[in-house]
């Protein structure tokens, strides 16, 4: 029994893959589907409700209950979502019950390819899709009244969750809704102007807030259930070794243990509670096999990746994916024309994902069935997991979404799913699976460290000619499709966004496995890419003795969104009139349809680097919930920041050093800086927020640093280095 059973290959699951698919999927999935059944939806929600669409229930007591199909990881999708069915529903967001949408096809993200909540489009997705459905619910409900009353209903209209007629007529939603539910969806509605939004745009009070202060909000470690018990895992300190013995003598004597249950890869403790499970945990005397890491360290990683470096690396441009636009000029060619030059290496590290709650899923299996409560990004790939370590048909198993602690990608793993299941399969009870932090640090799927060469030529008025970028990292895609083949890959997807005018550009990328499993890391290629793409301009600006922000104004000439953003945070940051003593760096990202620039102000005290201020501007098209939005932008510069600073996975003898935030370093209250966000308005299509802040934070600070000290950071973490 292996209990880190590993991923089977799926084509849907490259986020390449993910947009690739939504560009001819997306306008089909608005209410074109059949209701899914409402398994794994709480039965006090559905008791005695009509359900109108996929995300819509209203009961006859005037219970709204909006079903959200994305998972809630502090983003805000609990009321975003709800807002836009809620505005052309004609309803008060406060009324309204938010329940986790089971698994179903109508929950399909058409810009993801799946049920996943990933890549920073989960209003973008829903956008169109939320409005429509609240827009043919009304319309539902405005027929069912006008039925009842024998009038046209065009002489009635929604307002407050009632349907007013002539006359004085009214009736409430949760008097119409059985008779609505019964009526055929329309295919066409109309869809609010934004001069008429009443909800979408204002910063409302988040739906899920009070829950939170409460305690009432379950994570998945608040679940409990009738004669539950509790399961620790011990898993190899080396990275992929395997169980050659276990003596569990000294484990089963303890105190309200009840099973031991050795694996290939891990040994599970079944116990009464979860205290007990871990003492027996580490009661166990397991001898682990000799593994592929035992002698993997950070210097074989760097030196495997240097080596791969040297050979000539496979042209992205030939791919079907990159964007036309990255395919024209001869960048061999204006090097040789090219009257300065300018080439530098960037190097990333592995980087853990930290989640403040750690992995943790309960299960609970019977013969023909099984319930899986879990803090899931991926709630298909958390079901297909669940069936195949039960022996079930995914059909068989109900997911139920639980609130996370914390994603950043690394739920969109499902590693620490079949374990659970496997151990309430053989105990026959419900069993809560948790990793200890500990667990998680050392057994992550870590970002992959990345190395990423930039070549660039200028003329001789210092105008970038040609710009090239040639990455070796090993591979995200390939871990969920071997058999792919595509020179384009996960790690180098932001380059396609690059936003400089540059008429001769190369794009290479040099696979380079390192024998551990790699994965999304909040951003994805966004954070290495744009700290590779923002430093190099910075430094080419500085070549061309340019000053770096007007150096970037002209670089994107004729596109007014970059144009508004660097122009406002000029304005916000006091570009060129730093106080004394302190320095200013800058770094522009466009990434998820959005556009951002962030200025770190910086003073070296002592040979320290003291961070004083972040400030923030953002164009992300039409905002919902702009409270959401820059809470989001506040988040990622923190994540950013604890990255840029001290972000690190070293590995020695194949066991990762870090196990807890005592070694893994992140931000500290006092250490944050002041966050001066602004959010431009605009009638735009929505863009991503949740991932957008994190990739310019380390090129912007980096920039700080040279402008300070005149010397360049080429490598993170920065505590790494030495600034004087």
């Known amino acids: 029994m292996s209990m880190r059973q590993p991923q089977r290959p799926m084509r849907d699951w490259t986020r390449r893959e993910f947009l690739r698919r939504g560009a001819g999927a997306g306008a089909a999935l608005v209410l074109a589907m059949t209701l899914p059944a409402l398994r794994g939806v709480s039965r006090a929600a559905a008791r005695g409700s009509s359900q109108l669409n996929a995300w819509l229930m209203i009961g006859s007591d005037e219970s709204i209950t909006i ?11 609990y009321t975003a979502l709800p807002m836009l069915l809620a505005e052309e529903l004609e309803i008060d967001p406060a009324r309204v019950q938010v329940i986790a949408a089971p698994v179903g096809d109508a929950y399909v993200n058409a810009m993801n390819g799946g049920q996943v909540t990933g890549t920073s489009n989960s209003v973008p997705d829903a956008w169109e899709k939320l409005r429509k459905a609240g827009a043919q619910a009304r319309m539902m409900l405005i027929s069912a009244a006008a039925q009842r009353w024998q009038v046209d209903p065009a002489s009635c209209h929604a307002s407050d969750g009632r349907v007013l007629g002539a006359a004085g007529r009214v009736a409430s939603y949760g008097t119409l809704a059985a008779a609505a539910a019964k009526l055929s969806v329309p295919k066409e509605v109309t869809l609010k102007k934004a001069s008429d939004f009443r909800l979408i745009g204002r910063p409302l009070a988040r739906l899920d807030t009070a829950a939170k202060v409460d305690g009432s909000a379950e994570f998945g470690l608040d679940v409990k259930l009738p004669r539950m018990l509790y399961a620790a895992i011990a898993l190899p300190p080396e990275l992929g070794a395997k169980v050659s013995s276990v003596d569990s003598a000294a484990a089963l004597a303890l105190p309200g243990v009840r099973r031991i249950l050795p694996g290939e890869e891990a040994v599970i403790v079944v116990a009464e509670h979860f205290w007990q499970a871990k003492k027996a945990r580490d009661a166990l005397r397991i001898s682990w096999g000799a593994g592929p890491n035992a002698h993997l360290d950070n210097a074989a990683v760097w030196a495997q990746i240097n080596e791969a470096s040297a050979k000539p690396a496979l042209s992205a441009l030939t791919s079907p994916n990159v964007s036309a636009t990255l395919k024209s000029g001869h960048a061999a060619a204006a090097f040789k024309d090219a009257k300065r030059t300018f080439s530098a290496v960037y190097e990333l590290p592995l980087l853990a994902h930290a989640t403040m709650e750690p992995m943790n899923c309960t299960a609970d299996v019977r013969a023909d069935a099984c319930d899986v409560y879990v803090g899931t990004q991926v709630q298909q790939m958390a079901q297909a997991a669940a069936a195949e370590a039960a022996g079930l048909k995914p059909e068989q198993v109900n997911v139920h979404t639980m609130l996370l602690g914390g994603g950043f990608g690394r739920r969109l793993e499902v590693d620490f799913v079949p374990a659970a299941v496997s151990a309430s399969k053989a105990v026959g009870a419900p069993v809560k699976l948790i990793w200890t932090r500990e667990d998680d640090m050392t057994h992550d799927f870590y970002r992959p460290p990345a190395r990423e060469a930039v070549s660039a030529a200028l003329d001789e008025y210092g105008r970038l000619n040609a710009w090239t970028l040639h990455i070796t990292s090993p591979s995200i895609t390939s871990r969920f499709d071997p058999t792919n083949k595509d020179p384009f890959d996960s790690v180098i997807e932001y380059v396609q ?29 966004h954070t290495p890419n744009c700290f590779a793409i923002e430093s190099s301009i910075d430094e080419i600006a500085a070549l061309a003795r340019r000053d770096p922000l007007e150096y970037r104004l002209e670089l994107l000439a004729g596109k007014p969104r970059h144009l508004q953003v660097l122009k406002l945070i000029r304005e916000r940051c006091g570009w060129g009139h730093a106080p004394a003593g302190h320095h ?141």
Request: hydrophobic fraction near 40%; aromatic fraction near 8%.
């Open 67 to 77: 079903l959200v199909d994305r998972s809630e990881m502090g983003q805000g999708v």
């Open 497 to 525: 966004n690059f936003p400089y005018a540059v008429s001769n550009f190369d794009l290479g990328y040099r696979r380079q496995e390192i024998g551990i499993g790699v994965g999304y890391w909040r951003s994805v290629s």
């Open 584 to 724: 200013l760096g800058l770094a522009f990202m466009e990434g998820y349809s959005s556009h951002l620039a962030q200025v770190a102000e910086v003073s070296i005290e002592a040979g320290e680097l003291k961070i004083h201020r972040i400030t923030c501007v953002m164009d992300c098209g039409q905002t919902v919930n702009p409270r959401i939005v820059e809470s989001q932008l506040e988040s990622g510069i923190v994540y950013g920041l604890s990255a840029a600073l001290w972000g690190e996975i070293t590995i020695r003898g194949g066991r990762v050093q870090q196990r807890n935030f005592n070694d893994y370093r992140v931000l500290r209250l006092n250490e944050l800086p002041v966050l001066d966000v602004h959010v431009i308005p605009s009638e735009e299509h929505p863009g991503g927020i949740g991932e957008t802040a994190v990739p310019p934070v380390a090129p912007a600070l980096c920039n700080a640093i040279f402008a300070a000290t005149g010397k360049r950071l080429r490598s993170l973490p920065i505590a790494a280095h030495k600034l004087t």
